[in-house]
């Protein structure tokens, strides 16, 4: 897949995240068109791209970005949520069920949306960005670990049932990008700087993933963690996030 030439969507474009990175790579890249998307699109500073609205959780936002965006044929579903120390014990059952409305849900949804438009258009790629907590989680991720191993399923499943369309479906695999979120994120957990040997720049992981879907790659693994969680599905290993617990 020759991301030079191709028109290309992205979702959960913000400062700073591997959305933002994404539109700046795949304009590098030479795409045609990028549409960046955000729930709230007046946060995006992206030159160069086309902004649209579109939030996960609203079908009429998805039909109207599926509506406008009619000559893409790359899908790039890199929104999501996360929502610190939730748990499924005690978590707050809304937030819980946002998370898979975002994560898993949002994320089919748009696929739906755009699946006839990337036969249309030759078939094109689907990427679905994932997270290596699917296979390695931690207490205060526990809810995002299994959206993530959800979304992780099902993009097995799209890939099967897309490939007789001609749509390539890949997912990124990653553990901590330094982005401004996850930087917060890990302080408050670990300490500043206690996790930061950990944590990837988030240029080079959108740099893996789209090298990875223009080779045709089914599974990017992004980071180190990436690898060694994968690995330890098949043994009794430590979880790759114990420092973020101690263990």
Do not use: C
Request: aromatic share 6%.
């Amino acid at each position: 897949m020759k991301l030079s030439g191709s028109t290309v969507l992205v979702t959960g474009v913000g400062a700073g995240n591997l959305g933002h990175h994404f539109v700046e790579q795949l304009i590098e890249r030479g795409a045609s068109r990028v549409y960046a998307t955000a729930r709230r699109p007046e946060t995006v500073d992206a030159p160069g791209s086309e902004v649209l609205q579109l939030d996960l959780t609203d079908r009429d936002s998805i039909a109207a970005a599926a509506a406008r965006a009619r000559d893409v044929n790359v899908l790039i579903n890199n929104a999501s949520v996360f929502a610190a120390g939730l748990t499924f014990t005690g978590g707050d059952r809304d937030v819980i069920r946002r998370s898979f409305d975002t994560n898993v849900y949002g994320t089919l949804d748009m696929v739906r949306a755009f699946a006839p438009i990337l036969a249309a258009n030759g078939g094109g790629a689907v990427l679905n960005v994932l997270s290596s907590a699917a296979w390695a989680t931690s207490d205060g991720i526990n809810v995002y670990a299994a959206s993530k191993a959800a979304l992780w399923s099902m993009t097995k499943g799209l890939r099967s049932e897309l490939s007789t369309q001609g749509t390539h479906v890949s997912s990124l695999v990653f553990g901590m990008a330094s982005t401004p979120a996850l930087k917060a994120f890990a302080e408050a957990v670990a300490g500043p700087g206690t996790l930061d040997a950990m944590m990837t720049d988030p240029a080079v992981i959108v740099r893996r993933a789209l090298d990875g879907l223009e080779s045709g790659h089914a599974e990017i693994l992004a980071d180190r963690l990436a690898v060694d969680a994968k690995a330890a599905l098949s043994g009794d290993g430590p979880s790759v996030y114990a420092a973020l617990t101690g263990e």
